[in-house]
């Protein structure tokens, strides 16, 4: 090693001459800004697919209009792994296709063993009623029909 001059007489200036600052206020920040960004899209998933109970109720419209309009195959696609393992693609159980055209007139939600479900009303074009069970299968599935009452 050299003994020489130095550029600077004093030796190497410390790096960090102050204190260190704490940033708690910025970090707590962060995490309700996450917060609020995870609670809003909850709730931007209930304004733009709905309540579970009016995803059901658009679930049997469109079995319904599917039925009025001769799609048997849509209507098919609609019903959950049950059913259409019973009925042979294409086609829908004879208990399903009412007095066409049926509406939608409420649904109320039903306790099963593994979830919820919700209990459709449809009113047929004859003024029967008939109650669509609704289930949770990767989406609305109807699972069975019963007379209303």
Do not use: K
């Amino acid at each position: 090693m050299t003994e020489g001059p130095y550029l600077y007489d004093e030796g190497p200036a410390p790096l960090h001459t102050g204190t260190p600052r704490r940033r708690n206020g910025l970090i707590l920040a962060g995490l309700a800004a996450t917060v609020l960004v995870a609670v809003g899209m909850v709730a931007a998933l209930f304004v733009v697919r709905g309540s579970p109970a009016e995803q059901a109720e658009e679930a049997v419209g469109v079995f319904l209009s599917a039925l009025d309009h001769g799609d048997a195959e849509t209507a098919h696609g609609l019903l959950c792994q049950a059913v259409r393992g019973e009925t042979p693609p294409g086609e829908v159980p004879a208990e399903y296709d009412g007095a066409a055209p049926g509406e939608v007139v409420g649904s109320t939600e039903a306790e099963v063993g593994d979830g919820a479900a919700y209990d459709v009303e449809v009113r047929w074009d004859d003024g029967a009623t008939s109650s669509i069970r609704v289930i949770n299968e990767s989406g609305a599935r109807l699972c069975g029909i019963s007379p209303a009452g």
